[in-house]
């Protein structure tokens, strides 16, 4: 929700200050003031305060008159302008903030800064004047930043912007400014088609359905949301998946291995069919991988029982009986070994101790950097601000946390007259902590490389201090009375080779599991993409759309729409235009039809949303909705409709300009609840 409460516009010349002020309530107000006095001004004039200008052209330029930004003229003598500012009361509802906004600023502060007051300052229901905060428009981060002004408004208003796509491929917030095409209508253009004009600078595919869909707080739009959250889950999958499958490749590559051909990420096959032809989520790696011998391809497996068979040939050979001075050497050799690799088992359960170590200590580091990088956007946001000419920014710090360690400040005593850091300082500061603990972060890193080196290594020689207990033992046991050189030699290649590809293997088990991971969260988000369907309209997006069409034909009746019979006009759901049949309604009637259905449109869709838990502001501004020359009982029903649109006794505020007679526009609101706002000169005068 949505109120206009008061607006102030200033202009301030070397001859003094030429100003105007209203307020408005609830329900119909009607700005009353013949041709060039300032009633699109007034209007306009709401809307720059709002940052929202977007909505009336692409650039800046020419969005108010030249009485805010160059000259005024008072008493028929032109005065150039110093200073302008225009202050606007807005109401969500449950409360009031006043905003302010400079068009022509004073030295130091620029027009993209936005002051904003808790509180309505304008109607002097507040005894005391709030600390201002600061925010920014017209610049990026706007509708994402914590400095950005209409990432305030949108809270203010308690939405939630969906994200849509562009068409460059990106996804954007559904800006404001797109929005505020479908609750205001500027006077020059605005009225020359039977559907708002919708802001095209910003790229957004199909701008008037999804600002229907999200007045209407429409089902598709969250399924549309929820689309856009499972393909983006799928591609961070996919490269996660292709990075393992990478690693995969390259630890078999090392032992002249290779791997088990798969499907390829979101074909048919990858969801339909487990990689490696797992069973129950599981598969062997010595099943995945392949080794080159004797001029074959020989699975994993295989090549390591064949090792195994060639070892325990081999291991055949005998020779002399030792002597006992021998044996006893070879005991104590044995002896040695093992406790080797007892004291080699006991270090690797120490570094796999310091790695988990290391794991969590990492964790809560990426955790601080997380927060230290938020607190650098929100000081980008304050430095923005300050350059715009905000004194101060105590906004930025609203949380009541330490940027630095995230405890409380609550409570917390500080130093009288001690030293303050400037923003930039502050700023710096962060820098600072952030470059430092990247770099902690950076040295972790390494250090758990240097880990994985050193266990690497101790395993490795953990292999070969159990080979030599094997061979010690296959010494004692020893009767044959002679050795074969060849042969020792190819049990001890033999052995070398089986604990390598059982490295490798044990490796590769690691990858492999990840990527079956991989693979059934990929399922699981396909399975709810698919769930999710095209977007087609539930049933309650149909009802929405039903009693749309039924508001819809209802206002056209009471307008006396006469080239189409009202009944037979429906509302297309892909585009969300007026139609006849299977035909877009055009136009193809009188100009006033045309005019009344542009009416019905907009006070159907304010009416439909508020009915049915939509998001609406409940607010139109139209500036001059007599632009063609439509009969008084028309206009007479359509300001009785603009009195008459409440549901469940809250009021549409409508704001709407006439430049008729004042005993024309009494005559035609004779017996509608309003209010009337003449302008008997000139707005600033």
Same mark, same amino acid.
């Given at each position: 929700?949505?109120?206009?409460?008061?607006?102030?516009?200033?202009?301030?010349?070397?001859?003094?200050?030429?100003?105007?002020?209203?307020?408005?309530?609830?329900?119909?107000?009607?700005?009353?003031?013949?041709?060039?006095?300032?009633?699109?001004?007034?209007?306009?004039?709401?809307?720059?305060?709002?940052?929202?200008?977007?909505?009336?052209?692409?650039?800046?330029?020419g969005v108010l008159t030249t009485a805010l930004t160059h000259s005024v003229r008072v008493n028929g003598a032109e005065r150039p302008v110093r200073q302008s500012?225009?202050?606007?009361?807005?109401?969500?509802?449950?409360?009031?903030?006043?905003?302010?906004?400079?068009?022509?600023?004073?030295?130091?502060?620029?027009?993209?800064?936005?002051?904003?007051?808790?509180?309505?300052?304008?109607?002097?229901?507040?005894?005391?004047?709030?600390?201002?905060?600061?925010?920014?428009?017209?610049?990026?981060?706007?509708?994402?930043?914590?400095?950005?002004?209409?990432?305030?408004?949108?809270?203010?208003?308690?939405?939630?912007?969906?994200?849509?796509?562009?068409?460059?491929?990106?996804?954007?917030?559904?800006?404001?400014?797109?929005?505020?095409?479908?609750?205001?209508?500027?006077?020059?253009?605005?009225?020359?088609?039977?559907?708002?004009?919708?802001?095209?600078?910003?790229?957004?595919?199909?701008?008037?359905?999804?600002?229907?869909?999200?007045?209407?707080?429409?089902?598709?739009?969250?399924?549309?949301?929820?689309?856009?959250?499972?393909?983006?889950?799928?591609?961070?999958?996919?490269?996660?998946?292709?990075?393992?499958?990478?690693?995969?490749?390259?630890?078999?590559?090392?032992?002249?291995?290779?791997?088990?051909?798969?499907?390829?990420?979101?074909?048919?096959?990858?969801?339909?069919?487990?990689?490696?032809?797992?069973?129950?989520?599981?598969?062997?790696?010595?099943?995945?991988?392949?080794?080159?011998?004797?001029?074959?391809?020989?699975?994993?497996?295989?090549?390591?029982?064949?090792?195994?068979?060639?070892?325990?040939?081999?291991?055949?050979?005998?020779?002399?009986?030792?002597?006992?001075?021998?044996?006893?050497?070879?005991? &104590?050799?044995?002896?040695? =070994? +093992?406790? !080797?690799?007892?004291?080699?088992? %006991? *270090?690797?359960? @120490?570094? #796999?101790?310091?790695?988990?170590?290391?794991?969590?200590?990492?964790?809560?580091?990426?955790?601080?950097?997380?927060?230290?990088?938020?607190?650098?956007?929100?000081?980008?946001?304050?430095?923005?601000?300050?350059?715009?000419?905000?004194?101060?920014?105590?906004?930025?710090?609203?949380?009541?946390?330490?940027?630095?360690?995230?405890?409380?400040?609550?409570?917390?005593?500080?130093?009288?007259?001690?030293?303050?850091?400037?923003?930039?300082?502050?700023?710096?500061?962060?820098?600072?902590?952030?470059?430092?603990?990247?770099?902690?972060?950076?040295?972790?890193?390494?250090?758990?490389?240097?880990?994985?080196?050193?266990?690497?290594?101790?395993?490795?020689? &953990?292999?070969?201090?159990? =080979? +030599?207990? !094997?061979?010690?033992?296959?010494? %004692? *046991?020893?009767? @044959?009375? #002679?050795?074969?050189?060849?042969?020792?030699?190819?049990?001890?290649?033999?052995?070398?080779?089986?604990?390598?590809?059982?490295?490798?293997?044990?490796?590769?088990?690691?990858?492999?599991?990840?990527?079956?991971?991989?693979?059934?969260?990929?399922?699981?988000?396909?399975?709810?993409?698919?769930?999710?369907?095209?977007?087609?309209?539930?049933?309650?997006?149909?009802?929405?759309?039903?009693?749309?069409?039924?508001?819809?034909?209802?206002?056209?009746?009471?307008?006396?729409?006469?080239?189409?019979?009202?009944?037979?006009?429906?509302?297309?759901?892909?585009?969300?235009?007026?139609?006849?049949?299977?035909?877009?309604?055009?136009?193809?009637?009188?100009?006033?039809?045309?005019?009344?259905? +542009?009416?019905?449109?907009?006070?159907?869709?304010?009416?439909?949303?508020?009915?049915?838990?939509?998001?609406?502001?409940?607010?139109?501004?139209?500036?001059?909705?007599?632009?063609?020359?439509?009969?008084?009982?028309?206009?007479?029903?359509?300001?009785?409709?603009?009195?008459?649109?409440?549901?469940?006794?809250?009021?549409?505020?409508?704001?709407?300009?006439?430049?008729?007679?004042?005993?024309?526009?009494?005559?035609?609101?004779?017996?509608?609840?309003?209010?009337?706002?003449?302008?008997?000169?000139?707005?600033?005068?």
């Amino acid at each position: 929700m949505l109120r206009i409460a008061a607006v102030s516009i200033n202009s301030i010349t070397p001859q003094g200050t030429v100003s105007f002020s209203g307020r408005f309530g609830e329900g119909l107000t009607v700005i009353r003031a013949a041709n060039s006095s300032g009633k699109t001004l007034l209007l306009n004039s709401i809307m720059y305060a709002l940052g929202l200008e977007g909505a009336l052209k692409p650039g800046k330029q020419g969005v108010l008159t030249t009485a805010l930004t160059h000259s005024v003229r008072v008493n028929g003598a032109e005065r150039p302008v110093r200073q302008s500012w225009i202050d606007l009361e807005i109401s969500n509802g449950h409360e009031s903030v006043t905003v302010r906004r400079y068009p022509v600023p004073p030295e130091g502060i620029k027009s993209d800064l936005i002051t904003v007051w808790d509180g309505g300052l304008l109607s002097g229901t507040e005894t005391q004047v709030s600390q201002p905060k600061y925010y920014y428009v017209g610049r990026g981060g706007a509708a994402q930043n914590e400095g950005g002004f209409h990432n305030f408004l949108g809270r203010f208003l308690g939405w939630q912007l969906p994200v849509v796509p562009t068409y460059s491929g990106k996804e954007v917030p559904l800006y404001l400014q797109v929005l505020a095409a479908l609750f205001f209508v500027e006077q020059k253009q605005g009225w020359s088609g039977i559907v708002p004009r919708m802001p095209t600078q910003y790229q957004i595919r199909e701008p008037l359905r999804r600002s229907i869909e999200f007045y209407l707080n429409l089902d598709v739009m969250e399924r549309a949301r929820r689309r856009s959250e499972l393909q983006q889950g799928l591609t961070v999958l996919r490269a996660e998946y292709a990075a393992l499958r990478s690693a995969l490749e390259a630890a078999a590559h090392v032992s002249n291995a290779r791997v088990a051909s798969t499907s390829e990420f979101g074909s048919v096959a990858f969801y339909r069919t487990p990689l490696f032809s797992a069973a129950d989520g599981e598969v062997d790696a010595s099943l995945v991988l392949t080794v080159f011998h004797q001029d074959q391809w020989l699975s994993l497996k295989v090549m390591l029982e064949n090792l195994q068979s060639s070892i325990r040939e081999l291991g055949a050979i005998r020779q002399s009986r030792f002597s006992e001075a021998e044996v006893a050497d070879l005991d &104590a050799a044995l002896t040695e =070994a +093992r406790e !080797r690799l007892r004291r080699i088992t %006991l *270090e690797l359960q @120490a570094f #796999d101790d310091a790695a988990n170590m290391m794991d969590m200590q990492r964790g809560i580091l990426e955790k601080r950097r997380r927060l230290l990088e938020q607190e650098q956007r929100r000081y980008k946001d304050i430095r923005a601000l300050e350059s715009l000419g905000a004194d101060f920014s105590t906004h930025a710090i609203a949380h009541h946390d330490c940027p630095t360690c995230q405890q409380s400040l609550d409570g917390t005593e500080s130093l009288s007259g001690a030293p303050v850091l400037t923003t930039g300082e502050s700023a710096a500061l962060v820098d600072q902590q952030l470059e430092t603990i990247s770099n902690v972060i950076a040295d972790a890193e390494r250090s758990s490389m240097a880990n994985e080196a050193a266990r690497g290594a101790l395993e490795q020689e &953990a292999s070969e201090a159990r =080979a +030599r207990i !094997r061979a010690i033992q296959a010494d %004692l *046991e020893a009767e @044959a009375p #002679d050795v074969s050189i060849a042969r020792l030699q190819k049990k001890i290649a033999a052995e070398s080779r089986y604990r390598e590809l059982v490295r490798l293997r044990d490796n590769a088990q690691v990858i492999v599991n990840d990527l079956l991971d991989v693979q059934n969260r990929a399922r699981a988000l396909k399975e709810e993409l698919d769930a999710l369907g095209d977007e087609v309209f539930s049933e309650g997006d149909t009802a929405k759309i039903e009693s749309w069409e039924d508001s819809l034909r209802e206002f056209l009746s009471s307008f006396g729409f006469v080239v189409f019979a009202p009944n037979e006009i429906t509302i297309d759901p892909q585009g969300m235009r007026p139609a006849h049949g299977d035909s877009d309604l055009g136009f193809q009637g009188s100009a006033s039809d045309g005019l009344k259905l +542009r009416w019905a449109y907009l006070l159907s869709l304010v009416y439909v949303s508020m009915m049915m838990g939509g998001c609406h502001p409940g607010l139109l501004l139209l500036d001059g909705p007599r632009m063609y020359d439509v009969e008084p009982n028309a206009m007479r029903a359509f300001l009785r409709a603009c009195s008459n649109l409440s549901i469940n006794g809250h009021k549409t505020q409508i704001i709407l300009t006439l430049s008729e007679q004042p005993e024309v526009v009494e005559e035609w609101l004779s017996g509608c609840d309003h209010s009337v706002l003449n302008v008997t000169d000139r707005l600033l005068s």
